[in-house]
Nanobody
């Protein structure tokens, strides 16, 4: 079992940046991690993922070029840095863990999920 707790969300101005964190309750050395988000009345969408040793990182087209996913296995932490925020970034953001060395952009491939944290971009 891996419990995940997100932090760092809130209200952010358009054009600004934010850093989300996700704390895990278990060792992450054999686990790949991802971020997903769900906007009001929309399907959950993939944001980014990182494999177990951070040698492979992937981003959705909607955040590519303004997003960095990173992790600290010693501290059992996952991070998401997102810049040049716009209204379309408003969503509940979820971190997710997958018992695999390889990443995935597909939500059902993840075994554990955090409760989510709200990010609201104001104009």
């Amino acid at each position: 079992q891996v419990d995940l707790v997100e932090s760092g969300g809130g209200l952010v101005q358009a054009g600004g940046s934010l850093r989300l964190s996700c704390a895990a309750s278990a060792d992450l050395t054999t686990i790949s991690l991802g971020w997903f988000r769900q906007a009001p009345e929309k399907e959950r969408e993939y944001v980014a993922s990182i494999n177990w040793d951070a040698s492979s990182r992937h981003y959705s087209d909607s955040v590519k070029g303004r997003c960095i996913i990173s992790r600290d296995n010693e501290k059992r932490m996952l991070f998401l840095q997102l810049s040049r925020l716009n209204h379309d970034d408003t969503a509940v953001y979820y971190c997710a863990a997958r018992r695999s060395y390889y990443t995935s952009s597909c939500g059902p491939n993840y075994d554990y999920w955090g409760q989510g944290i709200q990010v609201t971009v104001s104009s």
